[in-house]
């Protein structure tokens, strides 16, 4: 579970740094969510599928909601630190967005989980040690 976790944080970060210099663009960061859920399933030593499927929702729903956290934390500091926005935070803020986005990235990353636990059973099939 620490492993999921950490793996979730990690990427999270990842995607908004990266993301930062792709945003310009339509939706070129969204392959980050794919390969955060495909890495929060190889990183578990699980053979079996439903043991993946707690930890993939909980690792799913963290990267989601750092993502956006990271995401506006960005945007709000982009635009007090250089462009001299004086606007109070939370006054702009729209929960109903944050947690619509979130809940998209969650659900990408989700998918990309079973993408990585389809992989996992491919290759726990025909790469059997003996």
Same mark, same amino acid.
């Given at each position: 579970?620490?492993?999921?976790?950490?793996?979730?944080?990690?990427?999270?970060?990842?995607?908004?740094?990266?993301?930062?210099?792709?945003?310009?663009?339509?939706?070129?960061?969204?392959?980050?969510?794919l390969? &955060?859920? +495909? *890495?929060?399933?190889l990183?578990?030593?699980?053979?079996?599928?439903?043991?993946?499927? !707690?930890? @993939?929702? $909980?690792?799913?729903?963290?990267?989601?909601f750092?993502t956006?956290?990271?995401?506006?934390?960005?945007?709000?500091?982009? &635009?007090? +630190? *250089?462009?001299?926005?004086?606007?109070?935070?939370?006054?702009?803020?729209?929960?109903? !967005?944050? @947690?619509? $986005?979130?809940?998209?990235?969650a659900?990408?990353?989700f998918?990309?989980?079973?993408?990585?636990?389809?992989?996992?059973?491919?290759?726990?099939?025909?790469f059997?040690?003996?």
């Amino acid at each position: 579970m620490k492993k999921v976790i950490l793996v979730s944080i990690v990427f999270t970060i990842i995607s908004v740094i990266a993301g930062y210099f792709m945003f310009e663009g339509n939706w070129p960061f969204l392959p980050f969510p794919l390969v &955060a859920g +495909l *890495f929060m399933t190889l990183v578990q030593k699980e053979k079996v599928s439903y043991k993946f499927l !707690d930890k @993939l929702v $909980l690792g799913s729903l963290i990267f989601g909601f750092l993502t956006m956290f990271f995401i506006i934390c960005r945007m709000y500091f982009i &635009a007090s +630190l *250089f462009y001299g926005a004086e606007y109070p935070f939370l006054h702009y803020f729209n929960y109903t !967005d944050f @947690l619509t $986005l979130s809940l998209v990235f969650a659900f990408i990353s989700f998918m990309g989980g079973l993408v990585g636990i389809v992989f996992k059973g491919f290759y726990v099939l025909y790469f059997k040690k003996k």
